[in-house]
């Protein structure tokens, strides 16, 4: 029997509570690792922690793609880890994998077909990249701005980004820049992060909205309006980008996080200035579902994979340690701890 340590949801924050660590509970149960036909046995090694989780810990999630989690059962998400025994012809002992449904347990049997296959290759050797850069939030990222964004290289487009300093927003604003916008303004919760933006990531600027006046600040750093907003916040923040957006602009509806531990539908229904705004402007804003695009998923991966290993796109994380720290960790990125993509090292 092995010993393993898994994450089970303890409580429910309630729709409009804030997630607390003790919503979360970790346990250690004995598994029996044997295996059935088609099984293999994995290791974890990263797990990753989401905004759209926050979703999963309510009863009802608001969205028919998204299950909601079950109290006392272990939860799952983004993971990667190593195949430690296998009765899968496709999967040998030490292949790297990855589910977008793996347990938050330190050791998982899991059926083979639910698996895919990481080369490391891929993610430049930090296999945590394929939870980041060179997975879902890249993704997110490279389809939002290329399914949505209408950037158009040559064209002086401004681009703002919310969440400029998260998982996604990181990457959308270096994709901004690669793909021709003139100004890639980013909006973020700290002055260090606004310097990370811009010293390291190539922005052309940072706007810590946690310092007042957004309005003013948009106005200084995008002297001739705003083309684009790739837009992972919502509320007020929002309100203030889109009513400086030039008319035939396009919103990238990529996330709403500052509403999340509200009781409200997503999308949440916007303010009667800013429906008018759009309307007036020309603006589109249509919902933005990265798994919708699954069949673009292969190419686009590929385009992050040769950005990230030729220095084009530099990649972020906060890496916290141990699944003890799980429901810390998320947490911490729903308050914005986390620079650039948070993940959870579970072993070596
Ligand atoms: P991030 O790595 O960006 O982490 C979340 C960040 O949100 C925090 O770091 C924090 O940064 C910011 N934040 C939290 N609360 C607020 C608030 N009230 N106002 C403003 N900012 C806040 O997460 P991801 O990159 O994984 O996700 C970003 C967005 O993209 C989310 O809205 C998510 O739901 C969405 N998403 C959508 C997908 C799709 O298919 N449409 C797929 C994946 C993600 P700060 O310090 O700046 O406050």
Redesign the pocket.
Known sequence: MLNVKRVVLRSRPGKNGHPVPENFRVEEIRKSPELKEGQVLVRTLYLSV???MRCRMNDDTGADYLLPWRLDECVDGGGVGIVEASKNQALSVGTIVTSFNWHWQTYDVMDGSLLQKVDPEMVDGHLSYALGAVG??GL?AFL?VREKGHVTAGAHQTMVI????????SVAGQIARLDGCERVVG????DQ?CQTLVTELGFTAGIN?RNGDISSALREQCPRGIDIYFD??G?P?SDAVISQMNPGGHVI??????Q?NKDVPYPPPLSEDTQEALLRNNITRER????NYMEKFEEGLMQLSHWVKMGQIKVLETVVNGIENMGEAFCS??????V???VVKISD
């Open positions: 989401d905004p759209y879902m939030p997110t939002g919310s969440g400029a300093a998260g998982a996604c927003g909006i973020c919760g700290s992060k909205y992972n916040v509320g923040i509806l990529c996330g709403q996080i500052s999340y933005f579902i990265v798994l990125m729903m308050t914005g701890g986390n650039g993509k948070q």
